[in-house]
């Protein structure tokens, strides 16, 4: 079972970039994926997740309207296209994976804890500057 990330690189700002995320040993089926940032000095920071199962999708508020998470119809890569990127977008960026059932009859959408997760990628570096 294993996540990899590509598609990372540098932008300036404004520009756009489209993270992928393949998955080997599994399929998305009954899972909930996120993408989760570390910016230079800092923190992991939750971005997005979607469950794979019925498509429901939810963004951090320093993201939405601006970056858009999907699945591909063989349920083996993860995407994240990001548009109008800010310097504070800069960070190497992960996706995580955990089958749904862990949190059946919660309200947990997403998180940037490492063991809320099952599965990590090793992550893709996006440094966004002019």
């Known amino acids: 079972v294993q996540l990899v990330e590509s598609g990372g690189g540098s932008v300036q700002p404004g520009g756009s970039l489209r993270l992928s995320c393949a998955a080997s040993?599994?399929?998305?089926?009954?899972?909930?994926l996120s993408w989760v940032r570390q910016a230079p000095e800092k923190g992991l920071e939750w971005v997005s997740s979607?469950?794979?199962?019925?498509?429901?999708?939810h963004y951090s508020d320093s993201v939405k309207g601006r970056f858009t998470i999907s699945v591909d119809d063989a349920k083996v890569t993860l995407f994240l296209q990001m548009d109008n990127l800010k310097p504070e977008d800069t960070a190497v960026y992960y996706c995580?994976?955990?089958?749904?059932?862990?949190?059946?009859?919660?309200?947990?959408?997403?998180?940037?804890?490492?063991?809320?997760?099952?599965?990590w990628g090793p992550g893709t570096q996006v440094p966004v500057s002019s």
């Open positions: 995580a994976a955990v089958q749904l059932g862990r949190y059946n009859g919660t309200s947990w959408y997403g998180g940037s804890r490492r063991d809320e997760y099952e599965t």
């Open positions: 040993g599994f399929t998305f089926d009954d899972y909930v």
């Open positions: 979607i469950y794979s199962y019925h498509g429901d999708i």
